[in-house]
């Protein structure tokens, strides 16, 4: 950690309970839509999952007077302040410097900060534009976070409450730098005294009414008014947030997370941050099994998602986009005479294109994806939205055959998802 003028850490008393934590998200692109917010999804995760709980959360243009006017009223009222974005060179980059005029301190420049940036554009062997180096400019008295990944440093700050982090805004910067500069000052300068331990249990295949109807009851009969009960419904899952504080709150988790499992254990498939995806690849590499897929109106999504899951390469061995049906015959072994009696959207060739894509390549499972995504092609035997999909084994081929109607990236991501729960089940 660099540390200007011997900043010594302040280590606050409350318990984390009082600790209050807010986050500033800065940019108009936020507000206009034109680019996704995910800082306070993954920075409120990274702050519960360490026994904090995110109280405020607020973004906010890139205008000096709305940039001071919420990080004063944050610093006001929270232990902890975290504000992502503005700390770029261009001129609408102005966080740093309004931060510095609202705290009533001098920028100066941060001699290891200006090496860095300067060594930055010399390994990639570019020209450096002498703005970058403003970047090196940092508010008197503040803690400065190294970025590893970019120029713009994060900068922590002391405030009468605790403390404020200012962090770049690109996710690529501003993840590594929380994970490696500012969870350890955390734990330093405001540890959480009696932290909230939260368990989440993954489901799918039932929906949130009836995962409530099954384990509410038995939670608060059980577990009493220590427990805190949260449900998420999202494509496809529904996730059952577990949450208790104090002394005894691993066991009463544990004791929770039984019941839940004892009411829905059949459609849970994981824990906390397990995705479909990790949970299979996890198993089949466990198990030495391989997978095929052979894709069409997903378009290898689902090979995306697979493929995303580290340790893949151990049991995916190929994906197939077959769009067209001269691709399905010459790649699968789809009939001619089954394209042309039934159709490319039909249970008898997403048959063939899991049973061709298996024993093409003698793999334990073959994934196959055919549907209409829309908005146009649909018919009234076959309206929009129509899905097969077939899993072949070596005990034999089933086949899905839902109905989603949504647009076309949600058909990809909803379609994917239900072929990875119908492997799933037979891995299950």
């Known amino acids: 950690m660099e540390m200007l003028h011997g900043v010594a850490p302040v ?8 600790v209050r934590v807010e986050l500033i998200n800065t940019g108009s692109e936020l507000l206009v839509g034109r680019v996704l917010n995910t800082h306070q999804q993954w920075l409120g995760q990274q702050l519960s999952d360490a026994g904090y709980e995110p109280s405020y959360q607020q973004t906010i243009p890139d205008t000096g007077d709305t940039i001071q006017s919420a990080v004063r009223e944050a610093i006001d009222r929270s232990e902890l302040v975290i504000v992502t974005g503005g700390l770029g060179p261009t001129s609408d980059d102005i966080t740093r410097q309004r931060i510095a005029e609202l705290l009533g301190v001098p920028l100066e420049e941060h001699a290891q900060t200006r090496e860095r940036i300067i060594a930055h554009f010399q390994k990639r062997q570019r020209p450096m534009p002498e703005v970058v180096l403003v970047q090196a400019q940092v508010p008197q008295g503040a803690t400065v976070l190294p970025n590893d990944h970019g120029t713009a440093p994060g900068l922590a700050l002391q405030t009468g409450r605790g403390w404020l982090i200012l962090l770049p805004g690109p996710p690529r910067e501003l993840r590594p730098m929380y994970t490696s500069y500012v969870a350890p000052l955390l734990t330093e300068v ?16 039932i929906g949130e009414s009836s995962v409530e109807e099954r384990i509410a009851p038995l939670l608060q009969a059980q577990c009493g008014e220590g427990l805190e009960i949260g449900y998420c419904a999202r494509m496809g899952e529904v996730d059952v947030r577990l949450s208790a504080h104090g002394s005894a709150a691993a066991t009463l988790l544990q004791q929770a997370e039984c019941i839940v499992r004892d009411q829905v254990g059949e459609y849970v498939f994981g824990v906390d941050q397990d995705r479909l995806e990790d949970v299979i690849v996890r198993e089949l590499n ?42 399905k015959q010459d790649t699968l072994g789809v009939s001619e005479d089954s394209l042309a009696a039934h159709g ?49 084994t070596a005990k034999g081929t089933r086949v899905l055959n839902p109905c989603n109607r949504c647009d076309r990236e949600t058909f990809k991501f909803v379609t994917t998802q239900q072929a990875l729960g119908l492997l799933w089940k037979a891995l299950a």
């Open 11 to 18: 280590l606050c008393t409350c318990d984390s309970r009082g």
């Open 190 to 205: 405001l540890p959480p005294e009696n932290p909230v331990l939260i368990r989440t249990v993954k489901t799918m295949g």
């Open 286 to 327: 466990r198990r030495g099994q391989t997978l095929v897929l052979a894709e069409s109106c997903t378009g290898g999504f689902l090979a995306h998602r697979i493929t995303n899951v580290p340790g893949a390469s151990g049991m995916f061995l190929v994906g197939h986009c077959t769009y067209s049906n001269a691709a």
């Open 344 to 392: 490319a959207v039909s249970e008898v060739v997403a048959r063939e294109m899991a049973e061709g894509a298996r024993a093409a390549h003698a793999a334990d499972y073959a994934l196959a994806t055919t549907g209409i995504a829309g908005p146009t092609g649909g018919t009234e035997d076959k309206p929009v939205g129509t899905v097969f999909i077939a899993l072949a």
